[in-house]
């Protein structure tokens, strides 16, 4: 689960904080109602606020609360496919947090370029900081993008799609409208990775998981405010946008479920309301 002041060239000024696109660690771009008005659930400009700055107070300590719950098994599941990421791929990642993943997309792979978007912009400037410090020579192949889906550049086509705990913050209903709108931007041949929890098998481990997954949403609703209270039919909205899962691996029990999807021949980018 996951998804102030604007940089310019790596200076902090004071302009009110908006929807911003930041290239190459410079931010510029979005503001106003329409891009203020959706955050990643394409919920009500209060919400979107809300999770903003919850996940923003949450920048951080996110990384060491998942590895005090969960040890490296969230990282491993992330990292499991990047050996798929073909050479000058171009990814977009959605609701990266810290940078972590970022960074070992960008030291473990040849990708050309990256899109990095979140709804929060604490967690992107700790993303762009952590790449500054340990891959500088990177940095020129990212393009931070601050905002929910509706922020992902029109007409945009990426290889690859990274969507990693990000997917549970949603219901249902929201969700058949955010897949669809994301897989539109796959290029003819993309894969999408992605990430996320799920019950896992076995009468002991179900009964850990469920518990642990309720004091998760309990947490993040409180938190954040985001809109889910459960875990959402992941593979309904997938189905539903005509992606289908091609490779998966479990980890943490078989709580964590790492994956590959791919387009259902003749059915890339379904509107979502078909």
């Not at 060491?64 to 990642?93: C, E, I, W």
Request: glycine fraction near 10%.
């Amino acid at each position: 689960m996951k998804t102030g002041n604007t940089k310019t060239n790596g200076t902090r000024t004071n302009e009110p904080r908006t929807n911003r696109t930041r290239t190459n660690g410079t931010r510029f771009g979005k503001s106003g109602r329409d891009g203020a008005a959706h955050d990643a659930a394409g919920t009500s400009s209060t919400r979107a606020s809300a999770t903003a700055r919850g996940f923003d107070r949450l920048a951080p300590v996110y990384d060491p609360l998942a590895m005090t719950v969960f040890g490296n098994s969230l990282r491993d599941a992330q990292r499991h496919y990047l050996h798929r990421v073909k050479p000058q791929a171009h990814v977009l990642v959605i609701g990266g947090g810290s940078g972590w993943f970022l960074e070992r997309l960008l030291e473990e792979t040849s990708c050309a370029r990256v899109d990095a978007l979140d709804i929060s912009a604490a967690m992107l400037s700790r993303s762009e900081e952590r790449i500054r410090r340990n891959a500088p020579d990177a940095l020129a192949r990212v393009r931070f993008l601050e905002g929910g889906v509706d922020l992902i550049p029109e007409g945009a086509k990426y290889d690859v799609v990274c969507t990693h705990f990000f997917l549970d913050l949603f219901r249902d209903e929201r969700l058949r409208t955010v897949v669809p709108r994301v897989s539109a931007h796959l290029a003819e041949g993309g894969v999408w990775h992605d990430t996320d929890f799920q019950t896992a098998p076995g009468k002991m481990r179900g009964a850990y998981s469920r518990v642990l997954l309720s004091l998760m949403y309990t947490f993040f609703r409180a938190s954040c405010s985001i809109e889910a209270d459960r875990l959402p039919g992941f593979d309904a909205a997938f189905a539903h946008a005509g992606m289908e899962t091609t490779e998966s691996a479990l980890f943490h029990g078989g709580m964590v479920r790492a994956r590959l999807l791919r387009p259902v021949e003749g059915v890339l980018g379904r509107p979502s309301n078909a």
